[in-house]
T-cell receptor, first 115, second 113 residues
Framework: EAQVTQNPRYLITVTGKKLTVTCSQNMNHEYMSWYRQDPGLGLRQIYYSMNVEVTDKGDVPEGYKVSRKEKRNFPLILESPSPNQTSLYFC??????????????FGPGTRLTVL | AQTVTQSQPEMSVQEAETVTLSCTYDTSESDYYLFWYKQPPSRQMILVIRQEAYKQQNATENRFSVNFQKAAKSFSLKISDSQLGDAAMYFCVEGGSQGNLIFGKGTKLSVKP
């Protein structure tokens, strides 16, 4: 089954404790991305990757890191989480058809609470 | 900067009736995609419909159709014969060649039985 998986689905942590949210896709997609969703703000892009070893900042990259060492995985790293990073996080992947960003396949979301 | 605007934070429709959700966008690109995504209470993001900017014909998927006005940069979603399962948050999204997706802030649709 084609899918994007994220782990963990729920996480409660404390300020400053490093954490990683994993994301994996089995569709051989070139493009992967992370978003955060906050009430009244829609989804905002954190980082994206057009291919292995290629990553770029989205609209809200501060406080986050990513890596793309393998095509299927795109982990999101919070080196020192703060309460303002409490949010719902989505990973997504897509093929790149004729350079254009096509349909995004979303993971189930990770609810992160930073105390 | 690219922006996507959904001017209706909330909408309501009677079951079996038709509702239209509005969306305008601002892009300098000549080639791009436009999408409508649905997010039910389960929080899963589900693609409803997709429109390629170079295609003049409006996309249709069963009860869902769009009115794409490229010159006006308008991309509305029409839901016909509304069903209780259509109740969700709907996001209008623009995707181009730069690798970033721009989301609107969403329209919460309620369906009354």
């Amino acid at each position: 089954e084609a899918q994007v998986t994220q782990n963990p689905r729920y996480l409660i942590t404390v300020t400053g404790k490093k954490l990683t949210v994993t994301c994996s896709q089995n569709m051989n997609h070139e493009y992967m991305s992370w978003y955060r969703q906050d009430p009244g703000l829609g989804l905002r892009q954190i980082y994206y990757s057009m291919n292995v070893e290629v990553t770029d900042k989205g609209d809200v990259p501060e406080g986050y890191k990513v890596s793309r060492k393998e095509k299927r995985n795109f982990p999101l790293i919070l080196e020192s989480p703060s309460p303002n990073q409490t949010s719902l996080y989505f990973c997504a992947s897509s093929s790149l058809a004729a350079r254009l960003l096509n349909e995004q396949f979303f993971g189930p979301g990770t609810r992160l609470t930073v105390l | 900067a690219q922006t996507v605007t959904q001017s209706q934070p909330e909408m309501s429709v009677q079951e079996a009736e038709t509702v239209t959700l509005s969306c305008t966008y601002d892009t300098s690109e000549s080639d791009y995609y436009l999408f409508w995504y649905k997010q039910p209470p389960s929080r899963q993001m589900i693609l409803v419909i997709r429109q390629e900017a170079y295609k003049q014909q409006n996309a249709t998927e069963n009860r869902f159709s769009v009115n794409f006005q490229k010159a006006a940069k308008s991309f509305s979603l029409k839901i016909s014969d509304s069903q209780l399962g259509d109740a969700a948050m709907y996001f209008c999204v623009e995707g181009g060649s730069q690798g970033n997706l721009i989301f609107g802030k969403g329209t919460k649709l309620s369906v009354k039985p």
